[in-house]
């Protein structure tokens, strides 16, 4: 199992600094427990093993795909993946390179990122999930958690037939996001999917999100081969975003290696 952190994020547009994000959440791991009460399982028996950070290229998104797919050649070898974030564009260099491998997409966020530009551009935060879909295909992607996204975007959702849930449908049926998330091959978990009061360290936070523990339970019985953790724009390795972070990745390799 690899661990790589990718920590672009050259076209954030509110809250700046998930650059920093993979050696926060590392440095706040080490203030956490390896062993894993939910699950029973210490993370130091597991066979994981941690490559640091591709050397990204900050403003340059065709630069960064380069180099993450160098990376990726020299990682293929893994039968599991998590990668640490950066903005949510790290995700289109890692479908990209695993695109035949992905099946089924699961998208955690609190926004849509469905614009198919934003200010001038076709690779940012606001339209991951559009160019995702682009590649997968529509009926192969989900979104969980959204609660802010435009009306066009919106309409557009409703439109191609993209199937998606706000954080309150999740919130009164819980299953929804057990079920869609048990068939997964790839997720990508935006830390804002989480509501503020417990993440507030996020590049774009929004009231009325999810639980960590609603999360986490949600992934118990999911068998996924890449996972990814983006957006956490954490101050400083003392932030309790990291922490919840780290906290996250944690139960998140335990559930890798069980798969």
């Not at 029973?40 to 797919?69: A, C, H, P, Q, Y």
């Not at 955690?108 to 990122?113: K, M, Q, S, T, V």
Request: aromatic share 10%.
């Amino acid at each position: 199992m690899v661990v790589l952190g990718i920590p672009y994020d050259s076209n954030q547009t509110y809250i700046t600094g998930s650059r920093f994000a993979p050696t926060y959440i590392r440095i706040a791991s080490e203030s956490i427990e390896e062993y894993s009460m939910l699950q029973g399982i210490d993370i130091r028996n597991l066979d994981i093993s941690d490559w640091g950070d591709v050397e990204v290229s900050f403003g340059n998104f065709e630069e960064t795909s380069k180099r993450v797919e160098h990376a990726l050649k020299e990682l293929s070898f893994a039968e599991k993946y998590l990668f640490i974030g950066g903005d949510h564009t790290i995700t289109l260099f890692t479908i990209n390179f695993f695109r035949g491998e992905v099946r089924k997409y699961v998208h955690l966020d609190a926004h849509g990122d469905f614009e198919d530009t934003y200010l001038g551009s076709r690779y940012t935060h606001d339209s991951v999930l559009r160019r995702i879909g682009e590649i997968l295909g529509w009926e192969n992607i989900c979104l969980l958690g959204v609660r802010s996204l435009s009306q066009k975007a919106h309409r557009e959702l409703e439109n191609l037939g993209i199937e998606y849930y706000t954080s309150l449908e999740i919130k009164e049926n819980p299953e929804i996001l057990r079920d869609n998330l048990r068939n997964a091959d790839y997720i990508s978990i935006d830390i804002d999917v989480i509501d503020p009061a417990y993440a507030p360290e996020v590049a774009n936070p929004e009231p009325l999100g999810l639980a960590p523990v609603e999360i986490i339970n949600g992934l118990l019985e999911t068998k996924p081969k890449f996972v990814d953790v983006v957006e956490a724009v954490p101050r400083d390795h003392t932030s309790i975003t990291a922490i919840l972070a780290a906290t996250l990745i944690r139960e998140i390799l335990i559930i890798l290696s069980k798969t």
